[in-house]
C-alpha cells in the first residue's frame, strides 16, 4: 500500500468524507508544519544551544526552557497570518493572544502546551507539544478568556507530537485516533497507525510515587492494591512506569494499554491539581475517549467540565477503561 501523508489524510477527510472544513484542514496542517519545526529544534540538542533556562518564570510559576520559549514562537509565528484562527492560548503565555489586526481572522481557538515535559528537556528523553481546537463562540470578534472557558467537550480537534526516538503526531478529528510518523528525509508526516484502540485489559500503571504520602485515601486504596500484585485483591501484578513527560507516558497507553495518574495531593491541592485543564487535561481526555478509553478527574468526566480560567489545574485519570472507572468509583465511594 502507498503511503498516506497527513495532507492526503487531512484533504480526503475533507472532501471524501467532509469530515472537516477546509480552514480546520488548514490549521491542523499549520500546527503539524510548527511541529517539524520545534522537533528540528529539539533534534538539535546542544548543538543548537538551545537547552539550558531562559531566566524567566512562566504565569505557573515554572522556569522557563529555552525551548520552551522557542517552541512557543514557533506556534504563534505559524499560526497567526493563516486566517484561520480567532486566538490563540499557551501554558507558557498569561493572556491570550489575539491574531494581530493586519492579518484575516478565524473562526477557531488554538490552545496548546508548546513543549510538556520541560524537565526532560537537558537529560534527552522524550518531550511533545500538546494542542486543542475549539471554535470561537458566536458573535465573539475580540476573544478573551471567556471564550475559551468552554467543557473539553467542545473540542473539534485535539492532538499531540511526540519528540522521542521518532516524531509521532496523534490526532483526534473527534472520529477515532490516527497516528502519523515523521519521515524525516521526506520531511512529511506519514500514516502509521490508524483507529487507534486503546487496550482494555492492563497491568501497567503511571503516578509519580513520590508524592504518595501526600496522596487522598482512595488513590492510596487503589494503587496499593495494584503494588499488592498477584497475593492481592487484584490476584496479578502490575508494572510501574513514570516518564515524566505526559505525552510520553500518554502514547505509551495508547499503544499497549495502561493507566496514567497525576491525583490532586496534599501538595498541589490549593492550586487543583497539577495538570492544566486546558492544555493538557482536556485535549488528551479527548484522544482517549476517541481511542475508546476513559479520562476522569476522580469524580466525573474530565470533558464534562466547565473551565474556570484559563489556567485551572485539574485532578487527571486516563487510560484503559475498566481500571480508570475503578479509581474513580474508589473516590465517589470515598
Ligand atoms: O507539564 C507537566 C508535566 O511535566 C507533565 O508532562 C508530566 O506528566 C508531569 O508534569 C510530571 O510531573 P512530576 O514532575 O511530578 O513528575
Ligand atoms: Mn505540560
Known amino acids: 500500500m502507498k503511503p498516506v ?22 490549521l491542523i496542517e499549520v500546527v503539524a508544519r510548527a511541529c517539524k519545526s ?21 504565569i505557573q510559576g515554572e522556569a522557563q ?38 492579518y484575516p481572522k478565524g473562526e477557531y481557538l488554538l490552545v496548546f502546551d508548546p513543549l510538556d515535559g520541560s524537565s526532560n528537556i537537558d537529560v534527552n528523553v522524550s518531550v511533545g507539544t500538546i494542542f486543542s481546537v475549539l471554535r470561537c463562540p458566536e458573535g465573539v470578534t475580540e476573544p478573551t478568556e471567556a471564550a475559551f472557558l468552554q467543557p473539553g467537550a467542545q473540542q473539534v480537534a485535539a492532538g499531540y507530537c511526540v519528540y522521542g526516538p521518532s516524531t509521532i503526531l496523534v490526532l483526534t478529528l473527534g ?42 485515601a482512595p488513590v ?22 513514570w516518564v515524566a513527560s505526559m505525552v510520553a507516558d500518554v502514547h505509551r497507553i495508547l499503544t499497549r494499554g495502561g493507566i496514567f495518574m497525576y491525583p490532586v495531593d496534599a501538595k498541589c491541592r490549593d492550586k487543583g491539581g497539577r495538570l492544566r485543564l486546558l492544555y493538557e487535561a482536556n485535549p488528551m481526555a479527548l484522544i482517549v475517549e476517541q481511542a475508546g478509553g476513559a479520562a476522569t478527574d476522580g469524580h466525573g468526566r474530565l470533558l464534562d467540565r466547565t473551565p474556570r480560567g484559563l489556567h485551572e489545574r485539574v485532578p487527571v485519570f486516563l487510560g484503559s477503561r475498566q481500571e480508570v472507572e475503578r479509581v474513580t468509583a474508589y473516590h465517589r465511594e470515598a
Open 65 to 102: 526552557k529555552k525551548l520552551d520559549v522557542l517552541s512557543n514562537e514557533i506556534l504563534l509565528e505559524a499560526n497567526e497570518w493563516g486566517g484561520h484562527l480567532a486566538a490563540i492560548a499557551s501554558e507558557e503565555m498569561d493572556d491570550p493572544h489575539p491574531i494581530p489586526h493586519r
Open 220 to 241: 492510596q486504596r487503589y494503587v496499593a492494591e495494584l503494588t499488592a500484585g498477584k497475593t492481592g485483591p487484584r490476584g496479578r501484578d502490575f508494572n510501574m512506569r
Open 5 to 26: 501523508s497527513l495532507s492526503r489524510f487531512l484533504i480526503e477527510e475533507q472532501r471524501d468524507k467532509a469530515q472537516i472544513r477546509p480552514d480546520l484542514r488548514l
Open 175 to 216: 472520529d477515532g485516533v490516527n497516528v502519523f510518523t515523521l519521515d524525516r528525509e521526506v520531511g512529511s508526516f506519514v500514516l502509521t497507525r490508524r483507529g487507534v484502540r486503546i487496550p482494555e485489559e492492563t497491568s501497567e500503571f503511571a503516578i509519580n510515587a513520590s508524592n504518595q504520602r501526600h496522596w487522598e
Open 38 to 58: 520545534i522537533s528540528i529544534a529539539v533534534g538539535k540538542g546542544a548543538l543548537g544551544g538551545v537547552l539550558g533556562d531562559a531566566g524567566a518564570t512562566n
